[in-house]
Every structure is written in C-alpha cells, then in structure tokens.
T-cell receptor, first 113, second 116 residues
Framework: AQSVTQLGSHVSVSEGALVLLRCNYS??????LFWYVQYPNQGLQLLLK??????LVKGINGFEAEFKKSETSFHLTKPSAHMSDAAEYFCAVSAENNNDMRFGAGTRLTVKP | ETGVTQTPRHLVMGMTNKKSLKCEQH?????MYWYKQSAKKPLELMFV???????ENNSVPSRFSPECPNSSHLFLHLHTLQPEDSALYLC???????????????FGPGTRLTVL
C-alpha cells in the first residue's frame, strides 16, 4: 500500500522568502511522486513529477523537489515566493502499472506582502 | 478543446432532483476517475474506469452512479442527494495501467455542487 503525509496543513511565508512544503511517502515498491497545485475553484495542475530518473526534479513556476529515498521524502521548494504562488498544494504517490494514486491532505500556502 | 473538460461548472440541486455531471478528455487516455473534494478533507477517490471497465468503487453510496460509455467520456449521475454531498467533484484521466506509464493524472476544473 502507498500513502503520503504532508506536514503542515497551512504554511505562511513572506513574498521573496523560501517556500518549503513537506511530503513524506510510504511505498512497498519504487514510487512515482507528484506535486500538484490547486488555485481557488479550479482543478489540480501538475507542478512536477519524480519517475526514477534524476532525484532533483524541476517543475513549473520555479518549483523543484528532491527525492530522498533514505528519508522517504519529496519536499517541494521554491527559492523566492511570489504572491501568485498562494494556493493549495498536494503531494501524491503512485506506482508503475497502477491506477491507484494516493494524495496527501494538502498544504495551503499563504504569501504575505 | 484540449485537456479535460467538465460540465456544468456549477450546479445547485434539491434533494429530490436527478442531475448528471459530464467529463470529457481529449488526451487519448484510457483511464478516467471521479474524485470528491470537500472542505477541510482529503481528496476522496470515488470511481475508476480503465478501458471503460469500472475497476474501483470506494464504497460510494448508490445515490452516485457512474457511467463510462467510451474512454473519452465519463458521467456521474446523481439522485436523492444529501446536503453533505455538497462538494467540488473533480474528473481526471491518465494512461492508466500501461507498462511504463507514470499514471500522471490530468484534472478537469471540477463541478461545484450544492445540494439544498
């Protein structure tokens, strides 16, 4: 069985500050890991994905995440927050040949001016 | 039209009404999903269809009835809903279960459902 845990349901940063959203996963097989972003009244949009190639994954809007097997983590970072980054962020895990994608509970990011 | 589309975007219905949500994907995928997203609750997977066959039903009440006539279209038929069913209903699609696939899911914008 696979699962993800997102630490912190709400994160608040100042504009220009580092963004760090935490995700830990549990998987009995090599995982595929994803970060999605959801803006108000919209669906989920893929930010980036880890598919067993490079452990440091770069995504859209300046976000990146690093797969650390030893820590079972896939934290999302951005060096400098922008007001437009305010949204809900979801970490998710799946496995090859498997329709089952498990989502975390989400982290709401607030960016203060 | 590209990606995953959902209609209607907003729906208000009474508890005795019957309505349907529609989802269409233009990505050539073979798996489609319905999710329920309620305030302050994790995303809940409701149904999964793979090559038009229902492969998962996560103990969803029978007042929700899915239909997948082909790999591009997915419906969610609603009848005698309860106020607690008010939520954002999201549709997604993916390559699904194909060797080497990453199962990356592409989401539609959702239907905001309010049950009075």
């Amino acid at each position: 069985a696979q699962s993800v845990t997102q630490l912190g349901s709400h994160v608040s940063v100042s504009e220009g500050a580092l963004v760090l959203l935490r995700c830990n996963y549990s998987s009995s097989v090599p995982p595929y890991l994803f970060w999605y972003v959801q803006y108000p009244n919209q669906g989920l949009q893929l930010l980036l994905k880890y598919t067993s190639a490079a452990t440091l994954v770069k995504g859209i809007n300046g976000f990146e995440a690093e797969f650390k097997k030893s820590e079972t983590s896939f934290h999302l970072t951005k060096p400098s927050a922008h007001m437009s980054d305010a949204a809900e962020y979801f970490c998710a895990v799946s496995a090859e040949n498997n329709n089952d994608m498990r989502f975390g509970a989400g982290t709401r990011l607030t960016v203060k001016p | 039209e590209t990606g995953v589309t959902q209609t209607p975007r907003h729906l208000v219905m009474g508890m005795t009404n019957k309505k349907s949500l529609k989802c269409e994907q233009h990505l050539g995928h073979n798996a489609m999903y319905w999710y329920k997203q309620s305030a302050k609750k994790p995303l809940e997977l409701m149904f999964v269809y793979n090559f038009k066959e229902q492969t998962e039903n996560n103990s969803v009440p029978s007042r929700f009835s899915p239909e997948c006539p082909n790999s591009s279209h997915l419906f969610l038929h609603l009848h005698t809903l309860q106020p607690e069913d008010s939520a954002l209903y999201l549709c997604a699609s993916s390559h699904g279960g194909v060797a080497g696939s990453y199962n990356e899911q592409f989401f539609g914008p959702g239907t905001r459902l309010t049950v009075l």
